[in-house]
T-cell receptor, first 112, second 111 residues
Framework: GENVEQHPSTLSVQEGDSAVIKCTYS??????FPWYKQELGKGPQLIID???NVGEKKDQRIAVTLNKTAKHFSLHITETQPEDSAVYFC???????????WGAGTKLIIKP | DVKVTQSSRYLVKRTGEKVFLECVQD?????MFWYRQDPGLGLRLIYF???????EKGDIPEGYSVSREKKERFSLILESASTNQTSMYLC??????????FGAGSRLTVL
């Protein structure tokens, strides 16, 4: 079946450094790629998403890049802060009406 | 702000018990979902509902059932709980074509 692989499973970075999380998807018809952040004790919350008609999208310190040819997309967080510590999930679907296929999650640890 | 409320944050049940997990959303969303979250496995879809009285199986429906008698409420039922159903359960809702809004989760332990 379709799947999304996410790496790394755990990422530890120094506060102020950048963090990159990568996902690869198998369904070539996928064209919607959201990223969710799950803080401790809370449900996942959408932080940014991208559609296949664009290659990059930015929102302040967060950016997502998409390479449709290689079927992978990445989340970039610059100038990391303690509040960035969380579990991040990538997902893919054919459009926002379809079911999401989820990555396994990345635990991001920001070291002070 | 859309609110998705899961009635129980923590439950401890015994093997064989019937378990009800309740989820209520307050924004008139058509679609509602139940996911299971386990470390290293991401979010796995158990059941979803496009509208009242409708339900569809997700990727891992075995051992679960659902009920959606009212638009705002989507219940997950474990008819006979087993230890391998110990997990975090997440409810989510959305307007058709919109982003998912999740509840805070219900952590179920089956002894």
């Amino acid at each position: 079946g379709e799947n999304v692989e996410q790496h790394p499973s755990t990422l530890s970075v120094q506060e102020g450094d950048s963090a990159v999380i990568k996902c690869t998807y198998s369904d070539s018809a996928s064209n919607y790629f959201p990223w969710y952040k799950q803080e401790l004790g809370k449900g996942p919350q959408l932080i940014i998403d991208i559609r296949s008609n664009v290659g990059e999208k930015k929102d302040q310190r967060i950016a997502v890049t998409l390479n449709k040819t290689a079927k992978h997309f990445s989340l970039h967080i610059t100038e990391t802060q303690p509040e960035d510590s969380a579990v991040y999930f990538c997902a893919a679907s054919r459009d926002s009406n379809y079911q999401l296929i989820w990555g396994a999650g990345t635990k991001l640890i920001i070291k002070p | 702000d859309v609110k998705v409320t899961q009635s129980s944050r923590y439950l401890v049940k015994r093997t064989g018990e019937k378990v009800f997990l309740e989820c209520v959303q307050d924004m008139d969303h058509e679609n509602m979902f139940w996911y299971r979250q386990d470390p290293g496995l991401g979010l796995r879809l158990i059941y979803f509902s496009y509208d009242v009285k409708m339900k569809e199986k997700g990727d891992i429906p075995e051992g679960y059932s659902v009920s959606r008698e009212k638009k705002e409420r989507f219940s997950l039922i474990l008819e006979s709980a087993s230890t391998n159903q110990t997990s975090m359960y997440l409810c989510a809702s959305r307007r058709q074509g919109d982003v998912l809004t999740f509840g805070a989760g219900s952590r179920l332990t089956v002894l």
